[in-house]
């Protein structure tokens, strides 16, 4: 099996243009902890999620490490961290994108998009290789589909 197989192909995308503040209430509305970024033309761009926002809000060493026993000198002040939201909420997702993230291609071998999930635990984007068009992503429910053999039965 290749990825085309393992991926969920349409799946729901933040336009580049989107702000953050759009972006983060697609991501809450939908509950996913990341969604791909796409242009007008459906070429992928990159992903943003939750460690996106987190980093646009919380200082730089809340992220190291272990994140909980960082948070405490933090205090209580959310409303501070709801201050920096407000200021970066007109930011474009385009702007935000991680592109970092791996991508995969259709034809790729089905382990592949596995070992890409395992190592990078985060949503994978499964690209067209000649045009850069999103095809579709690869995440946890496809992997343990992948893992059960529920892919083949659908």
Known sequence: ???????????????????VADAAAKLVAEGETALPVVDAGGRYVGMFGIRDLLGLVLPRGALAGDL???LRFLGDDAEAVRGKFQAASAMT??????RRVPTLHPEMAEIEA???FSREQTTLA????DTGKL?????CRDVIRALTGAAQAA
């Open 126 to 129: 499964v690209v067209e290789r």
């Open 68 to 70: 909980v026993p960082n």
């Open 93 to 98: 997702a385009g702007e935000m994108a991680d």
């Open 135 to 139: 095809a579709g992503v690869v995440c």
């Open 114 to 116: 596995l070992r890409a």
């Open 1 to 19: 099996m290749n990825c085309a197989a393992v991926m969920t192909a349409n799946p729901s995308t933040i336009l580049a243009s989107d702000s």
